[in-house]
């Protein structure tokens, strides 16, 4: 089992830049590969940010490639997204999905971006970009 928990969110003005942090529990967290996710309102759950599970490969959304980095701390069971120059559009809720490579859909792959691959999922973190 793997349990996540998303912070770093808030309110911050168009051009500006927040970091989001995903917290991990669980012995194997270092094997998993690790995604972020967000959420606006009246519309579906959209793939951000992939990270491999040794950090090594990572993927972005076209909307947020140069934008964003997705990066991990092993030694603090961490995955980061670090966001610059936001828009308004940027706003949503922002989940962290962690999946297990060895089995399942699409086994083996190096990352993940549909929100059916990943098995745990955070609480969410509002980020909120105003004009």
């Known amino acids: 089992q793997v349990q996540l928990v998303e912070s770093g969110g808030g309110l911050v003005q168009a051009g500006g830049s927040l970091r989001l942090s995903c917290a991990a529990s669980?012995?194997?967290?270092?094997?998993?590969?690790m995604g972020w996710f967000r959420q606006a309102p009246g519309k579906e759950r959209e793939f951000v940010a992939a990270?491999?599970?040794?950090?090594?490969?990572?993927y972005y959304a076209n909307s947020v490639k140069g934008r964003f980095t997705i990066s991990r701390d092993k030694a603090k069971n961490t995955v980061y997204l670090q966001m610059n120059s936001l828009k308004p559009e940027d706003t949503a809720v922002y989940y962290c999905?962690?999946?297990?490579?060895?089995?399942?859909?699409?086994?083996?792959?190096?990352?993940?971006?549909?929100?059916?691959?990943?098995?745990?999922w955070g609480q969410g973190t509002q980020v909120t970009v105003s004009s």
């Open positions: 990270i491999s599970w040794s950090g090594a490969s990572t």
């Open positions: 999905a962690a999946r297990w490579p060895g089995t399942g859909v699409n086994s083996g792959s190096a990352y993940y971006t549909a929100t059916y691959e990943y098995d745990y």
């Open positions: 669980g012995r194997t967290f270092s094997r998993y590969a």
